[in-house]
């Protein structure tokens, strides 16, 4: 019996070994995400009537039983890509074909985090946008479409551009991802960069915007949640994961449905370093923002402390929290950060000079082009509660030539975005693969592909919330969570036998180990005692029957992180 109840733990877990050995198998073959690569032309495609028939399954053992302990990794490719491009005329700006309507037609969206709302410059819009508009949608033309006879509630952007139309429903695809009767808005008025209503060539690089973010939840009783809320809600994907790459030479990238791929990853058998999201009015506001702790500008070994936060801005304005804010933004080409930052940053590069930005307060630094690499200026790194660092450097930090002349991809304003926050944009996220996890409402980050790792991902352990960021490494929960299995199987069977052999003294029975089960210990004696002399002993089984360990889940349900928001959108 001892014996047996020694290997009862000892099984356990190396049942729960050998299952999570065939998780991991099934991760290198189950196609879990959906790749929106470079390149792939519209005629290749799957229709949309097809992709909502065969959206997969997540609520398969091997999806339920993970999502104990982290979003599930994605490691394999699938066949639904679409393309992402550059815009032509701006940088580190990119688009995805987007199938709308029956038949279906591919229009060229802004994937984009920093915002909710899904919108499509309209067939009756008279604005200068409009006019020059590659594709332009009208629900008429689609016998899946339906006009809501309802107006938009429209929005505004930090640009200065806006849009307002009214609201329609029609089938709408990205990759895998698709949905039956998407409520969005035709645009029927346009207002450009700057809120000025003359064409501005960008206005044509993209027929409209797909919001990733989630919808305001102050405006929750007069919109609909986003697309990617709404693929979420119809279990279209095995992991509720957004994740977006740009590659080293900028022209393009890969935006993932449903999980990351390691092969993006500089180091493939790495995994994200994830930060948790602010729950404050960040939440209410739809916005994907991160607690941002410090921001420091190092070069040639010295480090300067440039911006610490001890608070941000609320949707009032007022003050809240005890972080600074740091909203990961995937539709917002540059990003938007202290004048403080921009003065370190601009002062420490030989020959920049400060240059204005439209009509306001805000600057930039031009430079020569000589300057757009690894060495060519000071490193800025982020810092995030819980001691999670990025880096990046003046390969990302400054643009592509124009006119043989370059510039920061950074502007400055007085506190930032708003006070307290900065609006992270592709000039941050172009060096690492981003991770958007809504169902566990954080971001993480992985140093993309072809990146030098000179700069890269860094922990603080004496930053504050420690407890709250967390440095995962997916492929090591196998190993880690085995060892601990194997570790407990050992302890308790340890423990065991301390407790029997304890007992067994107690009860006046010899300690050594080495009897028969069942067998009295003087008849394990080699010399018997002579018949007279010999005191009978009943027979009594050395283990009393006990009940055997009652069995527990060995993973016991733990609260999933809460969910949040997103983007650098002013609303309507």
């Keep these: 019996m001892l014996k047996l109840r020694a290997l009862v733990p000892l099984s356990l877990a190396a049942l729960l070994q050998t299952a999570l050995a065939q998780h991991a198998q099934e991760l290198a073959q189950e196609p879990d995400y959906f790749e929106i690569p470079m390149g792939t032309t519209p005629n ?16 398969s053992f091997s999806a339920r039983f993970m999502n104990y302990f982290v979003s599930k990794a994605a490691t394999a490719s699938n066949d639904s890509d ?34 909710f709302d899904m919108w499509i410059y309209g067939s009756t819009c008279e604005s200068e946008a409009c006019k020059n508009a590659n594709n332009k949608y009208d629900v008429t033309k689609s ?21 307002g139309g009214f609201r329609v429903t029609d089938d709408v695809a990205i990759g895998a ?30 027929d409209g915007i797909v919001g990733m973010g989630l919808h305001p939840q102050v405006l929750a009783s007069s919109v609909t949640n986003s697309f990617i809320e709404q693929v979420i809600s119809s279990k279209a994907l095995k992991s509720n994961i957004f994740s977006y790459f740009i590659d080293v030479m900028e022209a393009g990238g890969t935006a993932t449905l449903g999980g990351w791929n390691p092969n993006l990853f500089q180091n493939t058998t790495a995994a ?16 994907l923002a991160l607690p941002l702790l410090r921001v420091i500008v190092s070069k040639n070994g010295d480090s300067k402390v440039v911006d610490k936060f001890t608070s941000h801005a609320s949707s009032s304005g007022a003050p809240e929290g005890n972080t600074g804010s740091a909203i990961i933004d995937t539709g917002t080409s540059q990003a938007i950060v202290s004048n403080a930052l921009i003065d370190a940053i601009g002062s420490a590069i030989p020959g920049a000079r400060r240059a204005r930005v439209g009509r306001g307060g805000a600057f930039t630094y031009i ?27 003046a390969l990302e930090y400054v643009s592509a030539p124009v006119n043989g002349q370059c510039q920061l991809m950074l502007q400055g304003a007085d506190g930032g975005f708003r006070q307290g926050t900065y609006l992270i944009g592709n000039t941050f996220l172009k060096r690492y693969v981003t991770v958007f996890d809504y169902d566990q409402r954080r971001i993480g980050f992985a140093l993309g592909k072809g990146r ?26 196998q190993l880690v969570w085995s060892s601990l299995l194997l570790i407990f199987g050992l302890l308790l069977c340890g423990g065991t036998l301390l407790f029997r052999r304890m007992q067994l003294r107690r009860n006046g029975a010899p300690s050594q180990m080495g009897y028969k089960q069942n067998v009295p210990y003087y008849a394990q004696n080699a010399q018997p005692l002579a018949p007279f002399q010999q005191p009978v002993y009943p027979v009594q089984p050395m283990y009393p029957n006990q009940p055997v360990y009652p069995t527990q889940p060995m993973y016991p349900t733990q609260p999933v992180y809460p969910v949040q928001p997103a983007r650098a959108y002013y609303g309507p």
């Design 272 to 287: 994200p370093s994830f930060v948790s999201l602010l729950s404050d009015d960040s939440i209410k506001d739809g916005k």
């Design 452 to 477: 030098s790792t000179d700069a890269s991902i860094s922990f603080n352990p004496n930053a504050p919330g420690v407890l709250g960021g967390v440095m995962r490494n997916f492929r090591n929960y």
């Design 367 to 393: 430079m020569d082009c000589n300057s757009k690499a690894e060495n060519g200026g000071p490193t800025v790194t982020l810092e995030f509660a819980g001691g999670v660092q990025i880096t990046v450097t």
């Design 44 to 59: 290749s495609m799957t229709p949309i009537n097809t992709l909502l028939k065969d959206n997969l399954d997540a609520n």
């Design 143 to 163: 016998s899946s479409g339906a006009n809501l006879n309802k107006t938009a509630l429209g929005g505004k952007y930090a640009d200065g551009s806006g849009y």
């Design 177 to 206: 991802a698709a949905l039956k009767a998407f409520e969005f808005t035709q645009v029927t008025s346009y207002v450009s960069q700057g809120g000025s209503n003359r064409f501005n060539p960008s206005d044509a690089d993209s």
């Design 82 to 115: 679409i393309t992402l491009q550059e815009y032509q005329h701006v940088m580190t700006e990119y688009r995805a074909m987007v199938q709308v309507g029956t038949p279906a037609k591919v229009y060229n969206l802004l994937l984009d985090t920093g915002s």
